[in-house]
């Protein structure tokens, strides 16, 4: 009985010190300094970094990409109508819709972009869009 004491206590003191951190290495983002381990949801600090991480402002190109990406995903809104562009968080809309709905609708999906800080748009509207016949670009006539 007693080597099965003596067995099992050594298994335990063996698996907690295979769970515990290395103390050579640096404590990872939430942890505790004395090495202890809290679950994801309960830290506070990984709650705050990861909202500084979602609305921290993203640079003008990954700006314009997820503005560009959020209307083309928007089934209200013909996003090859519209080109985007940012500089330092404002971003502007261009380009040519049939409705002012759809002016209104592009503006309000650029606004709801993470670091958006403001949406300059000059989207013009236009009731008679050109039709087809109508490009600058001259078609070629079937043989």
């Known amino acids: 009985m007693r080597t099965l004491l003596t067995a099992f206590s050594v298994l335990a003191i063996c698996s907690a ?3 515990a951190r290395d103390p050579s290495t640096p404590p990872a983002l939430g942890d505790t300094p004395n090495g202890a381990e809290r679950s994801p949801g309960a830290s506070p600090t990984k709650a705050e970094d990861r909202f500084q991480s979602e609305t921290r402002p993203k640079s003008d190109e990954l700006l314009a990409t997820a503005v560009h990406d959020g209307l083309a995903h928007d089934p209200r809104v013909n996003s090859m109508q519209v080109q985007v562009s940012a500089r330092e968080g404002i971003v502007q809309l261009t380009g040519t819709v049939s409705r002012q709905a759809d002016r209104d609708v592009a503006e309000d999906v650029a606004r709801k972009v993470a670091g958006v800080r403001d949406v300059n748009n000059q989207i013009v509207v236009d009731s008679n869009p050109a039709g087809p016949g ?6 070629r006539l079937r043989p």
């Open 17 to 19: 010190a295979a769970w």
């Open 134 to 139: 109508a490009s600058p670009i001259p078609e």
